[in-house]
């Protein structure tokens, strides 16, 4: 498998200093590591060895879509956790297919997500009141080639979400409270609403809307990534760690 | 939405007692609320209200397929935690159109998390030994509808896999280590290795021989999840908690 | 060292199966594993092994303060777990000769962890509303005699503590906003208030209070204990785990 | 209560900043708030309100021994964390009169705290190889009168502990199971082995041994402290947590 030109690539150094790139013609990446050119990269094939202007060794590899999301978006916002993004992916039932309803958009790195696991025929609707942001999404999706799965809406998902029947509501917001009984009305019979807040203070007010308006199988939770170490005999937790992204709260229209 | 001959549904009857059914005439299902006979759901609306023969009332919900695999799935082995299976998926790349290798079975629970997202043009290769658990691992898939994208091999991964060129390797098995070189073989670059382990003998062992053979970008977590209890003025993490499931072990092949 | 008439001793059969018992001239104590009569016991070496009337062996051990607290103490309320109770009196500056005031009593289990601490010149005054509790805790610590390292009260700590620049005081109750004020005042400069309390709304209410007295350095914070089975070549955190006790309040005096 | 010649003082700028300095007649003390002479806080009040030279305020306040500790204490090594001395202390049964063995001292921060818990009338005998530890040790400990309660032993605890009877033996260095055997020997029945390791290899070998050599009641466990960031409407846990300090392995000579 060779890199074509505007493939996303993996130039791996060493478990630490890794970087994601696009290859583009004519274009020079810079590192600490030393310079290096797309033209050295394009028509190799994954896995080769090459070397920087300096001399140092790297490795070309193919980057997942998570590389690509988690290093190459631009971000103007807090980001979702990948432990987040895949609990809510898994536990909102969102697969190939799903029409999903997403609120706020944010710098898209959520919303790419989404959109990667309901390819080919599913869609999602991401609402976001702030222009740039949307703008800035918009262009992360389309770097990827994700932006076709989704529709873009410069609008405040407060006042209601157009959307009728969906599989899921994601609710990324300070205020998913005000956003609880429209998302009972977007749902069909069975669809879930997920919805990410940092704190306790909104994860009790969230989960009391949540209940009043008549969702069942509320469930909150948290995860905890803990990072090990591992070498034979020093085998260990990382000493620092993620204390705290946020809290989940899953619930369905019954 | 109204309930077909065949469909999954959840009798809700509250946050603690719910069950999941499969809808099929004639029968009749037996809890501690009273008999609901199938006959009295078939062609009843989803959100409708129903009652038991002693008069409990209950509602119709459509399930998500999680809710069908950890509720309806016969199982006679550990099986995978919602939170890890959904890693699994994010941190690997899978998604709709992935060819993924799988091993061992067990009772189906990844297998059927994994069809799920690869759905519908991707596959999942999944070997285990003991063809009493692929029979069972194949009657839950089947029971849901996922048994068509699988091929099930009662072979033994650790004699080698036969497919090349594959996006992710999973091994949710007692010793990884002895397939990880097969894995390597199996995999096209950038192509993840997912493994979970339970110990931290078999996390080190595992992580060694991972590095050994060639992989990078190799990391090592564990993921807790923390419920809570949220109720106004009383918010609090559930007593409770499971403390440990296993290790993960992501690798990159470059 | 033997075994004395009064003493509390270990009978241990296995690291499952293990009693604290007073040993009471004439006394019988019944097992799963057979009756022991303590004048089996008395003058016995602690370290012998010993055989039930059903011929199981088990050995004499001399229990800490800690197993006799946690097992021969009667309790009617909640109680307070070790990591808890640890962290209180470290981070409150408790030691020989600390003089702490504590609300409430409950059942006495940390008023015996201070007492014993602050031995032979310090002392602890506990306030309890609810006199049977008083006598429950009264009851307690004279049979492991550390009553006498404590003054009794059978008060009300919301109208006032009597005691004044004491080292710390110690709230273990559902309101403790309600005795900020008065544990400031009973303080000396630099003595340390220390709340224990179940809820993040409590945690919340009684931190802001702090805040708005005057009291400095106020952290708050949760311990998590994680017990594991540890056995060669398989090594894990316990599946089961205590996923919350409460949280802890530590704030200054200036 | 006024600030004395020698007196450890809290100077309390904000919850961000505030520093423990030993008040000596004719001291200078910089920090980013400006500069401070002891001549002006000698005499003063606790909880006075001061300035800097720069004009800003500042109050003192009375530290407790652990503020003294962890931040007046010069450091070479690894320093125990609070949550692990307390448990340590709690669970080892350690109070006012026992004797305990320790090693190795390392920085002293563990026989510090271990010293303010058996005084008056106990003793610690800290076990280190390193004469330059053992002296920064005492040092550290002299400066706050706590060096009277401990014997220094420059000696390898891994050739015997030479006191008999002991009430607890606190093991925090790379290799304890080659003094576990020492350890039983050296404790009086009853008498509490507490070990601190940083990796799981540690925790499996040392297990292992204390089995092996006949201590009962193995507890393994790890603490893991959570620190909130508390205010009205935005209680949530801080981001940044520290994932992991060591593993802690109690055991009981029967």
Redesign the interface.
């Known amino acids: ?1 060779d890199v074509h030109e505007g493939d996303f690539v ?1 130039l ?1 150094f060493n ?1 630490r200093r ?1 970087y994601v790139i696009k290859a583009r013609k004519g274009a020079r990446y810079s590192f600490n590591e030393g310079v290096v050119s797309a033209d050295d990269i394009l028509g190799k ?3 080769e060895t090459l070397k920087t202007h300096l001399g140092i060794e790297f ?8 590389d690509i999301i988690y290093n190459s978006f631009k971000r103007r916002t807090q980001v979702v956790y ?2 987040d ?3 809510i ?5 969102i ?3 799903s029409r999903v309803v997403e609120a706020g958009t944010g710098s898209g790195f959520l919303t790419a ?1 989404l959109a ?2 309901v ?2 025929n599913g869609v999602v609707y991401t609402y976001e009141t702030r222009k740039e942001f949307l703008d800035l999404a918009k262009a992360n999706l389309t770097m990827i080639g994700m932006d076709r799965f989704v529709v873009f809406k410069n609008k405040d998902v407060k006042e209601g979400i157009d959307e009728l029947g969906v599989d899921a509501v994601v609710l990324d917001m300070a205020d998913p409270w005000d956003v609880v009984q429209h998302a009972f009305a977007s749902l ?5 609403l997920a919805c990410f807040v ?4 909104q ?2 007010k969230t ?2 809307k949540v209940r009043e308006i008549g969702f ?32 989940l ?1 899953f619930a ?3």
């Open positions: 498998m993996v791996y478990e890794w094939t994954y896995g490795k070309l590899a193919k980057p997942t879509i998570y990948p432990k993004a895949a609990l992916v898994l536990k909102s039932g697969g190939p297919g997500i990667y696991i390819r080919p069909r019979s069975g669809g879930v940092p704190t306790v203070n994860l009790e989960a009391e069942v199988l509320i469930e909150a939770e948290e995860l905890l990534s803990r990072k090990y170490k591992v070498s034979r005999g020093e085998t260990r937790p990382e000493m620092r760690m993620v204390g705290h992204t946020g809290y709260i369905r229209k019954p």
